[in-house]
Antibody, heavy 122, light 110 residues
């Protein structure tokens, strides 16, 4: 059974870069097979899709975040990561990582992590 | 991209059926059969309930069904049960090769 677990600092200062890692167990992380997604949810608000990695040349981002986001994978560690630069209070949210599945297309994720809260504050 | 439009809340009694709508545009819901629905209990990971408009992943109850007409997709839950009380989100693939979520609907089982 595939399991995902987010990790990273719970507190980030304004203007700094938020960095999160998603560790995958029960399956190998690899390029060009699955979509590896990041999604977030600010307190009291709905889900917001951040972006996804398929290959190094096939990575898609939410247009509203595109200038600040980078998603990448590290196959040696079986992890994928999210970097969000120049953060402000509006980036405070629970961040989820997720993976789709073969034959289940166009979804943000079949397998999801439990989420990790990141607060942006000085 | 703009969020898809969902009603803020719906409610129903146990055993009844409810439908949640998800309205988009021709650039997302209306243009692709890649609409998904997720169930989200607060504090837990979202769960995929429907993909590609009307398909259920393995293990999801057949009380959950999905459909689409034009730029509006719908999730129907029949035979409501107390454990169905949760937030429900739709999502769609878009013409920009991205995904977009709806604003979410809170389902209350009375």
């Amino acid at each position: 059974q595939v399991q995902l677990q987010e990790s990273g600092p719970g507190l980030v200062k304004p203007s700094q870069t938020l960095s999160l890692t998603c560790t995958v167990s029960g399956g190998s992380i690899s390029s060009g097979i699955y979509y590896w997604n990041w999604i977030r949810q600010p307190a009291g608000k709905g889900l917001e899709w951040i972006g996804r990695f398929y290959t190094s040349v096939n990575t898609n981002y939410n247009p509203s975040l595109k200038s600040r986001v980078t998603i990448s994978i590290d196959t040696s560690k079986n992890q994928f990561s999210l970097k969000l630069s120049s953060v402000n209070a509006a980036d405070t949210a629970v961040y989820y990582c997720a993976r789709d599945e073969r034959n289940i297309a166009g979804t943000a994720g079949v397998y999801w992590g439990q989420g990790t809260l990141v607060t942006v504050s000085s | 991209q703009s969020a898809l439009t969902q009603p803020a809340s719906v409610s129903g009694s146990p055993g009844q059926s409810i439908t949640i709508s998800c309205t988009g545009t021709s650039s997302d819901v209306g243009g692709y059969n890649y609409v998904s629905w997720y169930q989200h209990h607060p504090g837990k990971a979202p769960k995929l309930m429907i993909y590609e408009v009307s398909n259920r992943p393995s293990g999801v109850s057949n009380r959950f069904s999905g459909s689409k007409s034009g730029t509006t997709a719908s999730l129907t839950i029949s035979g409501l049960q107390p454990e169905d009380e949760a937030d429900y989100y739709c999502s769609s693939y878009t013409s920009g090769s991205t995904l977009v979520f709806g604003g979410g609907t809170k389902l209350t089982v009375l």
